[in-house]
């Protein structure tokens, strides 16, 4: 077999070998990832809009309190429905969520504060539930509300009090 004829066989043969394996790890990538794009984008909005403008481990922290919310029997078992549960998050009922979320779809969350939103939910997603703040690593699974001005808060972070 003269080497062209070789070449010929090998390199789509390499070509496919290849492909196969990095769409196998992607796949398998895919299948290990605990949380939907929706979930994703409907967390990255809420924390923008609830904590947009403080600490990362405020964003945290806020998204900590959405996904203890998600597993207590006592709130809706999704994201969304957390977020969307009656009198719960005022960005809901003024607008700004639904209008965040639509910075989502339209790439907004690529950078600047919005980038470190989507990095929290990430995080959020994947099951961190643990924040360091001024030095000290909290644990954030007791905590399910938040707020600027909560009566006996057993922790604060930034701007928020979480109880």
């Not at 967390?43 to 998600?70: L, P």
């Amino acid at each position: 077999m003269n080497s062209k004829k070789a070449f010929k066989i090998i390199i789509p043969f390499v070509f496919a070998v290849a492909l196969s394996v990095l769409l196998m790890g992607t796949t398998a990538e895919a299948a290990k990832k605990p949380y939907t794009d929706k979930d994703l984008k409907y967390m990255a909005a809420i924390i923008y809009c609830e904590a947009g403008n403080q600490s990362y481990a405020g964003k945290v922290a806020v998204g900590c309190v959405v996904m203890n919310r998600v597993k207590s029997s006592k709130f809706p078992n999704t994201v969304l429905r957390v977020i969307k549960q009656k009198g719960q998050f005022s960005p809901v009922r003024q607008g700004k969520f639904s209008r965040e979320v639509r910075n989502v779809n339209r790439g907004k969350y690529a950078y600047g504060a919005r980038r470190s939103c989507m990095k929290a939910a990430q995080e959020v997603l994947e099951g961190q539930r643990s924040v360091t703040y001024k030095g000290r690593k909290l644990s954030m699974r007791k905590y399910h509300f938040f707020s600027g001005r909560l009566s006996r808060p057993k922790l604060r972070i930034g701007g928020h009090q979480f109880k």
